[in-house]
């Protein structure tokens, strides 16, 4: 009998398709696809994540997704009915989350030492009180010609603020791109990865359990990949994104939208 894996290969390789267009398509990494097929599940975010993978490859390349997940899920069962499930490797925890508070706390009070250093040692140079015997070596500038005070509010007013827009190939100025604040909340497991304006270098994604949360930041447009859409709450500058819910569905949400 074929493992689940080779079931699901033998399926698409009748089909023609390639992994790297099912990839493209669904967005889902291929590392993560081939794993799948290989019943690598050691290299897989939890099964409910798993499912949701599966159920976008169905879709994709025609296969029934309730009845693969249900092959899926007896399959699984099966294989670590005895042995027990590696333990998930967790993106963000408490005390990571603590250990992460407490080294910012202590860089940003030696930054503020070393501050407070150079400054008063500045203003012992500009200001300050000379060492002695160094009385004679200082003279007092020697200014000629007449200086004229100007009042404070007319100093002021000549005193502006210029912003600088970048210009486009058509002479036009462009407004800079918003950055905008993104705040997801895990209610249940689920796994989230974030692309900006598409470019895949700026993957960021993280496997949240109930209770987590991540706030990242980008500008432009970006897309979001939830692996459990049941289990997110989805917050983009201050204000709640609504989305399909559905448990162990993969979604997509392009965000600004």
Known sequence: MDSFGEFLRRERELRHIELNEIAKITRI?????????????????????????????CNY??????????????????????????QKKRFYN??????????????????????????????????????????????????????TEQPAKQQAAEIT????????SS??????AKLHTL?????????????????????????LNPGDAVSWKFTGTAMLIVGNAEGLNVILDNKQVEHNRIKSEVIRLKLPH
């Open 171 to 176: 002479g036009a100025f462009t407004q800079p």
């Open 183 to 207: 705040l997801l909340k895990a209610t249940e497991d689920t796994w989230v990865r974030l692309v900006q304006n598409n470019e895949e270098g700026t993957a960021q994604e993280a496997l």
């Open 29 to 57: 990494k291929k590392a993560y696809l081939q794993a799948i097929e290989t019943d690598n599940y050691d290299e897989l975010p939890d099964a409910a994540f798993v499912k949701g993978f599966i159920r976008a490859y």
């Open 61 to 86: 390349i025609g296969l029934d997704p309730d009845k693969t997940v249900n092959y899926f899920q007896q399959f699984y069962d099966e294989k670590f009915k005895e042995a027990p499930q590696p």
């Open 94 to 147: 408490r005390e990571n989350r603590q250990r992460l508070f407490i080294t910012v706390v202590l860089g940003l009070a030696a930054a503020s030492v070393v501050g407070l250093a150079v400054y008063y040692s500045i203003m012992g140079s500009i200001g300050g009180t000379p060492p002695q015997g160094s009385e004679k070596e200082i003279q007092e500038p020697v200014f000629t010609g007449t200086v």
């Open 161 to 168: 603020t210029t912003t600088v827009l970048p210009i486009t």
